[in-house]
Each structure stands twice: as C-alpha cells, then as structure tokens.
C-alpha cells in the first residue's frame, strides 16, 4: 500500500489505478445516472475494499461503492491535504500573556487514515494558527513539551510539566495552559495541584473529546475559553477546562484534585467530584461559582516541589479478590499503597494478614472507597475498625485517583512513616472536604 493510495485494496484500489487517480485529486464519479464531484479521500487500513471515499464540497465525506458501473476520472490536479500554520501574531502590549504548552492528545491530534484512529500530529503553533481567535485574547507562548496520548504521560512527566510550568510562571507570563489528552488528565491535573504549590496564577489543563478534524470537535472552544480563563480568571489553581454540557454553551473551571472523566466519548466527559464547579467560562464572560476558591495574586512566590515516588500502588478490591497482589507489591519495595474498598471503607477479611505484613515493613496503607461520592468512615462497621487497628489510614473524601498520585507526591517528600501519615490526611491542594456535599 503505498502513501498515495493510503488505505484502498482490493477492487477499490483496482478502479482507482485504472483511473490513474490518487489520494488527494479532485474527481468525478459516476454511477447509475448520478455524478458525484470532490476530493478522493484516504482509508484506513481495516476498511473494506468496497468502496472509495469522496468529500464533497460542502465539506461532506461521501462513500461510494465499487459497483461495475462506477467510473471514475481526474478533473484536477492533485492537491494532497496538508495544514499550514499563519505567520506569527505581533504581540500587543494591552494583552495579558500566557504560555500555551502542548503535549499530545486528541486537542493536538489528527485523523491517522492508516488505522482510523487519532494521532499526535500537531505542533502548539499548529493549534494557535487552528483558532486565530486567540489572538484577541492573549499573547502567546507556545512550546511543544511531548507529543503522547495520556495514557503513555507518567510520573516523569508529571515533573517535567510542574517544571515547564514553572518556568514560564517564573518568567512573568498572567496563565498557563496545558493541552492534554483526557484519559488520564484527571491523574495530571492532580499531580500538578501538589507540585505547584502557592500559586499567584492559574494553570488550566485542557483536553477535547473529539478531533479538530471532525464537526463535532470541542478543542476549539475548549482552547478558547482556557486561555481567556489563564488570562484573566481571577483564580490561582490547577484547574481543568472543558465543556460544562453535551451543547458549545460553556466550560467549567473543575478543581484539579476534585475531578472525575466520567464518560469515554460525551463532550461534558468531566465532572466534579465531592465538589462543586469553580467557575463558568461563557463567551467573554467568566464567573465565579463559588467562594473557597484561591485568590490570583501576582505578588506570590511559586513554590515548586515535582518529586515523585514510582514505588505507589493503587488497588481495587473486588469479590474474590486475591491478597496476594498486596503481597506482591510489599514484596517489590513498594512504599505505599491506596486501596480502593467498598462502602465507607472496607475489603475483605481475608486480605488483613497482607495488609498487616505492609504495616509491619512501614507500607503506608490508605484507604479510599469505591463509591463514586461521599468519604469513608471506618468507624461504623467492625471490618473497618479491624482495619484501623492494622495500620490502614483513611483519607476521607479524596477520590482514589488523587489519593494515589498524592501518595506518589508525599513519598517523593517525605521518608517517616508518621510524616507520610500527617500529609496524607492534610488538605493540601483542596483534596479534602471537611464535610460531605450530597
């Protein structure tokens, strides 16, 4: 299969040599009386070899199938699809300034026609010439950091970020944005909460579900409304952006230690949990929903501290399960552990002897449940006050996922088991409510 004829086989690709056509040209197809004009599209390599694709000039993409009465001719040159960034905007000085940081995912992604799915494929200044709107917003400081799908970012990028985004907060700028794919954004945007401590500006994560390549892509609006709220939020948090409902409407600001991806696909993917909505971004507008929030103040001295353990684990406990991963991971020089229990707090009888080796080789074992809402209270029931009495520390509301990367945090820290213990159950970025919201 070459470049040329990316994605077509068989009877398809057949046609189209005969026709002496390639990906890109401008053709004419027709079949049964009708005629069809437009541009010859790629395939990705698992589709059939039935039929060939076509966009129209209404922006439309169109099969049509290898029937024996298609025919196909060239009627322009071959032009193949490519994207080409605007020269750079002049700075205006009545602008605020903020530094846009990309590392990959579906916001910064193209269409790859050889499997169908999406790719990291642009540049910041790919993105920023994509929505020439920003130009009115802010002044711009792009940087490239990675380019990688979220679920290969790890704890090493988690560093590099806090340092990158330190660096331009250092460097004066009123925001920052980092672009990032949404499947483990959640797990950055709390990392990022413990790392980047005082704060004087925000710093907004921003992903999107769909491709800017599709009709129905959010980056456009997401990029938007994070940059005006780094620009001139009043706020200075980690914060995720992104559409508040399924309609281009708004975005909310959520809390980077209070929030969930509880959809794979749907535009309002993320919500927050135990928490409420920090602000809403809607047009021009942006307005503050609640008061417990940290105040932007550009007299305020940053405060980086981006290290990490690699030495955490996170577990879920389920019916059957076997107390021997716990085993495992104590067995490995694991120094902490954050199980994810039932209910208010609770696994089964059968992993305490586990879980008391851990505690008797100085694992700090943190219990958070399952549930999607409330805290854990292991005081109610005799499995959790069994717990607690072998060492297990629970960590109130904290959402597993923040609980782990905090333990990640805190052992990156901290040596004594008592220290870990201390911060552990300390609200430190907004992890921890002191009452439930229901």
């Keep these: 299969m070459t470049e040329e004829m990316s994605g077509y086989r068989g009877k398809a690709l057949g046609i189209l040599k ?62 193949k699809p490519a994207f080409t960034s605007l020269l750079p905007v002049e700075e205006k000085e009545e602008l605020p300034t903020v530094a846009v940081v990309s590392t990959g995912g579906t916001i910064a992604s193209r269409i790859d026609y050889r499997t169908g799915a999406v790719r990291p494929a642009l540049t910041s200044e790919d993105i920023l010439s994509a929505v020439p709107e920003l130009s009115d917003i802010a002044n711009l400081r792009a940087e490239v950091l990675f380019a990688l799908l979220s679920e290969n970012i790890h704890i090493p990028q988690w560093a590099a970020m806090a340092k990158t985004a330190a660096k331009h907060i250092e460097g004066k700028v009123d925001g920052v944005v980092i672009c990032h794919g949404t499947d483990t954004m959640a797990y950055t945007s709390a990392a990022l909460s413990f790392a980047l401590q005082n704060l004087p500006v925000p710093v907004v994560l921003v992903g999107s579900q769909r491709s800017s390549d599709r009709p129905s892509s959010d980056a456009a609006m997401n990029l938007i409304n994070a940059v005006r709220a780094a620009a001139s939020a009043p706020i200075a948090e980690v914060v995720i952006g992104m559409h508040e409902t399924i309609s281009d409407t708004a975005t909310v600001l959520l809390r ?112 958070c449940s399952q549930c999607m809402c409330g805290r854990v209270n292991m005081k109610v029931y005799d499995t959790g006050r069994d717990l607690l009495r072998l060492g297990v520390t629970p960590l109130e509301d904290t959402s597993s996922e923040t609980a782990f990367v905090k333990l990640s945090w805190v052992l990156g820290q901290y040596r004594d088991l008592d220290d870990v213990r201390r911060v552990m159950t300390t609200n430190i970025a907004g992890e921890i409510d002191p009452r439930s919201v229901y």
């Design 256 to 367: 980077g230690t209070k929030v969930r991806k509880l959809h794979t696909s749907s535009r309002d993917a993320f919500k927050p949990v135990n928490s409420s909505p920090l602000a809403r971004v809607e047009g021009c507008k942006i307005s503050m929903l609640v008061d417990d929030y940290v105040r932007r103040d550009s007299g305020r001295k940053l405060v980086l501290k981006a290290e990490f353990s690699d030495k955490v684990a996170l577990v879920k406990f389920h019916p059957s399960f076997n107390p021997r991963v716990i085993k495992w991971y104590v067995d490995e020089g694991y120094r902490g552990i954050i199980l994810e229990g039932t209910g208010l707090g609770h696994v089964g009888e059968n992993c305490f002897p586990a879980i008391e080796k851990a505690a008797d080789k100085g694992v700090f074992v943190g219990m």
């Design 18 to 79: 005969d026709s002496k056509v390639q990906v890109g040209d401008v053709v004419r197809v027709t079949m049964g009386g009708e005629t069809l004009e437009g541009t010859l599209m790629p395939r990705y390599e698992l589709a059939d070899d039935e039929h060939i694709v076509i966009k129209l000039r209404n922006g439309y993409n169109i099969g049509v199938e290898t029937s024996p009465s298609l025919k196909v001719e060239g009627v322009g040159a071959r032009a």
